[in-house]
């Protein structure tokens, strides 16, 4: 059973183009995350998400809308797409129990090329 | 602004030596630990974590590490590794709140050679 999936695995794109990642979790988790990572494997946090509510936005050009349609899904829009996009993006989860530390569980990620 | 530091970004060793990567961190409050694994080609895997209680933490897969305070550091050991090991091995920081936000290190590749 797959805990956090990702789609699609690869992307490559012109540079210019709006292009879609989508994240569903089967964990029954209400926190969702998108991490960025680069070239230099660095991996940083973009959006997270709780029960379809924003809660973390890290500085991340508004080129990039994550949309939650339910708790199990987090998708990420990029507009406009530019080389520097080029990364691998991974979607995570957790619960979000109060005065405790939820641990994350992460996707597969999603390797994007920009060209 | 917090920080985690991996001083070793690419370790080379044969296989049955001991293992140390060093871990540090900026945050001076109360903070989760954690080392996660990244195997080729997959998916970050949770290898152990620290929240509070006994400073010396197991994980799987043979993996331990410990928290010194007084130091900032969480370094990760294994006493004897093998080729299946060779993996990116992240430290990150979580300092609690409602975020439940995760601070990465750069990342460690390790190289195990049979």
């Known amino acids: 059973d797959t805990a956090v999936s990702q789609t699609p695995k690869y992307l490559v794109t012109q540079m210019g183009n709006d292009k879609s990642i989508k994240c569903e979790q089967n964990l029954g988790h209400d926190t969702m995350y998108w991490y960025k990572q680069d070239s230099k494997k660095f991996l940083k946090i973009m959006f997270s998400?709780?029960?379809?509510?924003?809660?973390i936005n890290e500085t991340v050009p508004n080129r990039f809308s994550p949309k939650s349609p339910d708790k199990a899904h987090l998708n990420l829009h990029i507009n406009s797409l530019e080389l520097g996009d080029s990364a691998v993006y991974f979607c995570a989860s957790s619960h979000s129990l109060a005065g405790a530390y939820n641990e994350q569980f992460f996707g597969p990620g999603t390797r994007l090329t920009v060209l | 602004a917090q920080s985690v530091s991996q001083h070793n970004h690419h370790v080379i060793l044969s296989e049955a030596a001991s293992l140390e990567l060093g871990c540090n961190y900026s945050?001076?409050?109360?903070?989760?630990l954690f080392w996660y694994v990244q195997y080729p080609g997959q998916h970050l895997q949770l290898l152990l974590k620290?929240?509070?209680?006994?400073?010396l933490v197991k994980g799987i897969k043979g993996f331990e590490a410990e928290f010194i305070k007084s130091k900032f550091s969480f370094n990760l050991r294994k006493p004897s590794v093998q080729w299946s090991d060779t993996a990116e091995y992240f430290c990150a920081v979580n300092h609690g709140g409602a975020t439940n936000k995760l601070i990465f290190g750069t990342g460690t590749l390790l190289a195990i050679q049979p």
């Open positions: 998400y709780n029960n379809k509510e924003l809660i």
């Open positions: 620290y929240f509070s209680g006994d400073p």
């Open positions: 945050y001076g409050g109360t903070v989760n």
